[in-house]
């Protein structure tokens, strides 16, 4: 029972009223709501255990089987069985794809993923990201760039492996989206003068855009435009969903402007920490690239290692490969099971 009481001065006295409510379906109703968000914790915390469990039971065979093609590849195998082996190759990555998406989605559900706060080059990361991602525009005949929009710091408080990720994953994106035209990456420093200035970055395409109803669910996990999407182009719809929770972990935010036919603009902030004395580079495309691969010698074939290896590894068919390649480099092979937890080395040149 609720009871609220007053009072009032009257000619005669002092009236008072009391009023009593029955709360009792109020109490069960909010006893009601309170178990059923625990419910939901709790479900929510299982699947991402089950899906984190699940996804690193699923890595584990992926690998050796990704690694045992690999070692197909290089052995006298017919045209027609190399095509076989490049066919596995190419849709274990997809696989493996996936499965890193779904462990990141369950990391950061779980709160197991911590962001840093480091110096990073934010020119840099961006010619990374061209980099890598140009071999696929290449391929597509697709042109991708950069357009710095007024200066930019030449250092910033951030993840660079998170802001990394979020690039990739959007301009894989609108690479995967784009049959003709063109992708580009724009980048412009926001609110400079305030207390909290912000680093925007643009991701811009010319591909098949997205309908109005369909842009909420965008950014909500394991949702695209709608099902044709995923039968057309694969993929999870978990990338969007990743890069909206660590835009906000980076202090940011995302969004999106798009418009059917028309290409779309994926558009999301950083926060930079703070700039005092910090360098504006005016014209970053000046900075000299750093040194291509290929600039880097490589050692012979016939280098062989002269060496003892320890490998402690739990799944069988891992073990086989480690061994099998390290032995290949010439490499005295010892493998244990990982589940062994005492391991006394006695002889000082095992490594």
Do not use: W
């Amino acid at each position: 029972m609720h009871f609220a009481v007053s009072s009032v001065n009257i000619e005669s006295g002092r009236l008072y009223t009391v009023i009593m409510r029955d709360v009792t379906e109020q109490k069960e109703t909010e006893k009601l709501i309170h178990s059923q968000k625990d419910r939901l914790a709790a479900i929510n915390k299982a699947k991402s255990e089950f899906l984190s469990n699940m996804s690193h039971e699923i890595l584990m065979p992926m690998s050796s089987i990704l690694g045992f093609a690999e070692v197909l590849r290089e052995t006298d195998a017919r045209p027609d069985q190399i095509e076989i082996i490049n066919t596995i190759s190419r849709n274990g990555t997809i696989l493996l794809e996936i499965i890193n998406d779904i462990l990141d989605l369950s990391k950061i559900e779980s709160g197991k993923i911590e962001v840093e706060r480091i110096p990073v080059q934010p020119v840099a990361i961006v010619a990374d990201v061209t980099s890598l991602m140009g071999v696929r525009a290449t391929a597509k005949d697709l042109d991708l760039t950069v357009d710095y929009r007024g200066p930019v710091p030449a250092s910033i408080l951030t993840d660079p492996t998170r802001l990394r990720q979020i690039l990739v994953n959007l301009v894989g994106n609108a690479i995967k989206f784009t049959e003709s035209g063109s992708v580009s990456i724009a980048v412009e420093l926001k609110n400079a003068t305030d207390h909290d200035p912000v680093l925007q970055f643009e991701v811009i395409d010319t591909g098949i855009g997205i309908d109005a109803e369909h842009i909420e669910k965008l950014f909500q996990p394991f949702a695209q435009a709608d099902s044709s999407m995923t039968r057309r182009f694969g993929g999870t719809g978990l990338g969007l969903a990743i890069c909206h929770r660590l835009a906000e972990m980076l202090g940011g935010e995302i969004g999106v402007e798009s418009e059917l036919g028309k290409g779309s603009t994926f558009r999301f902030t950083i926060a930079t920490g703070d700039l005092d004395g910090v360098e504006l580079l005016t014209n970053p495309q000046e900075l000299p690239a750093p040194p291509a691969i290929a600039d880097v010698p490589l050692a012979p074939e016939s280098a062989r290692i002269d060496c003892r290896v320890l490998v402690a590894e739990e799944v069988a068919d891992n073990q086989r490969l480690i061994k099998f390649i390290r032995k290949k480099a010439g490499m005295d092979v010892t493998v244990v099971d990982i589940t062994v937890v005492d391991i006394t080395v006695t002889n000082r040149h095992l490594v």
